[in-house]
């Protein structure tokens, strides 16, 4: 039996419950969860309430494990590190690295979380990228998102990864997103993207807009205003 923990984080995402039923059948242990918790600031840190151990897996809502992803072989963090991420696949793009991935956590660092729009880059102490692939992030479980997913990412890779993320890298991630992509509801992922890009434009002269990335309420008002009529009609 492992000493981690496992959380899963899940807010309005359709798969859900199935995504948190295969992790418990994967892991081979219980998987507590969070779901519908306002403000992302906030779902991190209550997960960091609900964990027995100091260190523990936390997953998206929308993260599909692999199957032979084996807990029993990840090792505890080192002194310093505050969070380990592994890669997932992106299923729209083909882009494999940190979005979305499935991460080891320390409780401690979580209860001392700092400010970014990331909002895991405030961890205080390091953070640990792996090559390994744990899973698929299933961002495009509607239209709305995949809308979400492009959106979001692309602004803050716009912006400037606060990960420290060389700019020839975060180029080459803008690019596959906003290139077109192949599978359901590729295009809404594509244009969530472009417009993601927008913003972090428009954020320039009025960094405030930044703070919305994090607002459920107002990303969901962003996409209907240019895409409900869309969705529904197909």
């Given at each position: ?8 984080l899940s807010y309005d995402e359709p798969i859900a419950d199935r995504l ?215």
């Amino acid at each position: 039996m492992s000493d981690f923990d496992a959380v899963m984080l899940s807010y309005d995402e359709p798969i859900a419950d199935r995504l948190h039923a295969r992790l418990q059948r994967v892991l081979g242990t219980r998987v507590k969860r969070l779901h519908g918790v306002q403000g992302m600031r906030r779902a991190y840190r209550l997960a960091a309430e609900v964990t027995d151990s100091e260190q523990f897996l936390l997953a998206d809502g929308d993260f599909v494990i692999a199957t032979e992803f084996d807990l029993g072989s990840v090792a505890p963090l080192a002194e310093g590190v505050a969070m380990r991420v592994w890669r997932a696949r992106n299923p729209l793009n083909g882009l494999i690295y940190g979005y979305g991935g499935l991460k080891l956590i320390r409780r401690s660092a979580l209860r001392q979380l700092g400010d970014a729009v990331d909002v895991l880059a405030a961890l205080p102490g390091r953070s640990e990228f792996v090559a390994d692939v744990a899973g698929t992030t299933r961002i495009n479980q509607s239209p709305y998102h995949a809308w979400k997913a492009g959106f979001r990412e692309c602004a803050m890779l716009a912006r400037g990864s606060e990960y420290g993320m060389d700019d020839g890298e975060a180029t080459d991630r803008i690019k596959a997103w906003t290139d077109g992509a192949e599978g359901e509801y590729a295009e809404y992922a594509t244009a969530g993207a472009r417009e993601g890009i927008a913003l972090a434009a428009e954020a320039a002269h009025f960094p405030h807009l930044f703070d919305q990335l994090n607002d459920p309420a107002w990303l969901f008002s962003r996409f209907t205003a240019g895409h409900a009529e869309q969705a529904v009609t197909g």
